[in-house]
């Protein structure tokens, strides 16, 4: 089975802060995803990675950054926390198939800034 | 029904009873779709995926079904059950240079009841 793991469940960071979300798979999947999810909204990518050292911006990339040193770790970075990122961040990864291909998601990662 | 500010439209059945969940998808060139069950506390899950060319798609107690002429996706539930109890969503992926980005729609709260 395709596991995606995210380093936290639940975090807690002052305005402000930098912080990072980590996402660990373990399929040897060449894309990778960060989503946030907040209520009513459904899921907004905000950057995805489709190979090492490599990334594109998606919906909402503004206050966030990312980084992928290694095929299995995708790492989204809050360069400043603010209020307006508190919400749940969901990592994915899936297959480069043409034509498009499920996606398998972590647990997600609560963050709230305070 | 359509979502109204932060509310999840929602969908209550009795157990036993089929449910039909829908999904409009919003661009023509989607190629894929994909629906994901979201339980409490979870990352999404993988139900069932189709393709542009079928109309069609069953998998075990549920069917998707594509109508492009409309661009209107439904998963139908067989005989639903209190664990079928989850947020569901419609994903659509559209080929060129980001085929293996999906896109959600802001998702249907399913609840069942005993």
């Known amino acids: 089975d395709v596991k995606v793991t995210q380093s936290s469940r639940y975090l807690v960071k002052r305005t402000g802060e930098k912080v990072f979300l980590e996402c660990v798979q373990d399929m040897d999947h060449e894309n990778m995803f960060w989503y946030r999810q907040d209520p009513g909204l459904g899921l907004r990518l905000i950057y995805f990675s489709y190979d090492v050292k490599m990334k594109e911006k998606g919906d909402i990339p503004e206050g966030y950054s990312v980084s992928r040193e290694k095929k299995e770790r995708f790492s989204l970075i809050l360069e400043s926390a603010s209020t307006n990122q508190t919400s749940m961040y969901l990592c994915?990864?899936?297959?480069?198939?043409?034509?498009?291909?499920?996606?398998?998601f972590g647990q997600g990662t609560r963050l709230t800034v305070v | 029904g359509e979502s109204v500010g932060l509310h999840l439209p929602t969908l209550s059945v009795q157990e036993g009873d089929n449910s039909i969940i829908n999904c409009a998808y919003s661009n023509s060139a989607s190629d894929y779709f994909i629906w994901y069950k979201q339980e409490s506390g979870k990352g999404p899950q993988f139900i069932i995926d189709?393709?542009?060319?079928?109309d069609k798609r069953q998998g075990q107690r549920v069917t998707v079904l594509l109508n492009k002429t409309v661009k209107h996706l439904s998963l139908q539930i067989a005989a639903t059950q209190p664990g079928d109890s989850a947020v569901y969503f419609c994903a659509e992926n559209f080929g060129g240079g980001s085929n293996y980005k999906l896109t959600f729609g802001k998702g249907t709260l399913l609840t069942v009841n005993p």
């Open positions: 189709i393709r542009s060319n079928m």
């Open positions: 994915a990864s899936s297959l480069p198939r043409t034509g498009g291909t499920e996606a398998f």
